[in-house]
């Protein structure tokens, strides 16, 4: 299908610095971007997109959302999730391996990969576990889950308590040239805790997981990448001494990169107010200098990608007192919307801000994705920088309606999706 999308303003983050907020029409062709500005010789269009006073940019790459299947459909199901992804612009997005059963062999990848593709929505990129069952104690088969289709390998939120078993899984990945993306977090400091160690935690009477849970766990890993050499991509850094340390192993030049959840540049632990179950996050939301550090770490590009972290849970999970609730939320709709918030808030370019959600996370992935190129493939995300939409249940296409910021009014509206040239989702100006 050819289509020409008519009369919207580029934005391509990877040449942010060229002024890239221009207005050009895009011509799709094959699956692929054929033309910027003029159409290419003979192209006549089958479906043209009204793209006036709307933002095309590169569709969103979403470094962490479970789709919840298989094993967890009560929760949210691959259609579902699917659509929650479109309708928020993302058009590739990372899963985590703890489903059930654990992504931890071939045949398991491979149904995943299969069932995503016939869906033909947002492109999926699972991660397979690190160790057998997420048990921490034999690690996987990483050869032929990353011919399966892995790009990577992680513990989900399980720790790896044995710091042999990190050591030799950082080995083999090393050999091999795989990525490991790791959560970093102190098994036993974080144990039982549920809410930032501070002044509300122990206010709340809540158990606390303190900022060393992060930073013991950044210095162990740290030192076995230097004995390594092992690529590392730590997850959901949530302190600001976490991110200190990061700023300094990239300046050391070790081969590290990193995401924050999209909650954690927006809310702080004060948020949580009387005991709100929707706060109930993994990691715990922090004190507000937290908060700043990690804006700051986005802006000087210590912190490459900002991820939605779609967890989706059931209502009944949230409707638990504080400390039993499910840790998660719903973000995959949310996620471009609060990257331009903290956008317009930071006083951060749109296309630098973008590029946290767009051409960093693929390049953490090492895969062609997020670039408004010739020849690149036309996923795209169409949006309205200038409208707002209220964030209400009945408004997520989520199957898991649990987010801290229902009831916000955001800005940014996705007005159409599209994945290897189709338009998986359009929103008519009249809606949302």
């Not at 009204?50 to 009560?74: C, F, I, N, Q």
Request: one cysteine or more; proline letters at 5%.
């Amino acid at each position: 299908m050819k289509i020409h999308i008519q009369g919207g303003t580029l934005i391509d983050p990877v040449n942010a610095s060229a002024g890239t907020e221009t207005q050009q029409d895009v011509y799709i062709a094959d699956g692929k971007i054929a033309a910027l500005g003029a159409a290419p010789a003979g192209f006549y269009a089958d479906r043209t997109l009204d793209a006036k006073g709307l933002m095309v940019a590169p569709g969103l790459v979403d470094l962490s959302a479970r789709l919840r299947e298989p094993g967890y459909e009560h929760k949210a199901t691959l259609d579902s999730e699917m659509n929650a992804a479109l309708a928020g612009g993302v058009t590739s997005l990372v899963c985590p391996p703890d489903t059930d059963p654990v992504l931890d062999e071939a045949g398991l990848v491979e149904m995943l990969k299969y069932r995503a593709g016939k869906l033909e929505r947002a492109h999926v990129y699972p991660l397979g576990a690190l160790t057998v069952g997420l048990k921490g104690d034999v690690i996987t088969e990483m050869v032929s889950l990353t011919e399966a289709g892995c790009i990577g390998f992680t513990q989900a939120d399980k720790p790896i308590v044995d710091t042999q078993v990190l050591l030799r899984a950082l080995q083999y990945a090393s050999t091999y040239g795989y990525a490991v993306w790791l959560r970093a977090q102190d098994a036993y400091l974080a144990k039982g805790g549920v809410a930032a160690s501070g002044a509300l935690a122990s206010r709340l009477g809540l158990s606390g997981v303190p900022v060393s849970a992060e930073t013991i766990a950044l210095f162990t890993l740290f030192e076995l990448m230097r004995v390594t050499g092992a690529r590392v991509h730590v997850q959901h850094l949530s302190s600001a001494a976490g991110v200190a340390l990061m700023r300094a192993a990239k300046a050391e030049g070790l081969p590290v990169t990193c995401d924050v959840t999209a909650n954690h540049v927006h809310l702080i632990d004060m948020d949580i107010g009387y005991f709100d179950a929707q706060f109930r996050l993994d990691p715990p939301l922090r004190q507000q200098r937290d908060r700043e550090a990690i804006r700051a770490g986005l802006a000087d590009g210590t912190i490459d990608a900002i991820c939605s972290q779609h967890t989706p849970v059931d209502d009944d999970e949230k409707l638990l007192p504080f400390a039993e609730a499910t840790p998660g939320a719903s973000g995959l709709e949310l996620l471009l919307s609060l990257t331009v918030k903290w956008a317009q808030e930071a006083g951060v370019p749109l296309a630098k801000a973008l590029s946290s959600i767009t051409s960093a996370p693929a390049g953490v992935m090492q895969r062609e994705a997020g670039r408004l190129t010739v020849g690149a493939p036309a996923d795209l995300c169409v949006f309205d920088a200038n409208a707002h939409w209220r964030v209400e249940p009945r408004a997520l296409k989520s199957q898991g309606h649990n987010t801290p910021f229902l009831g916000y009014e955001l800005p940014a509206v996705v007005r159409a999706t599209l994945v290897a040239g189709r338009i998986g989702f359009e929103r008519d100006a009249g809606h949302h």
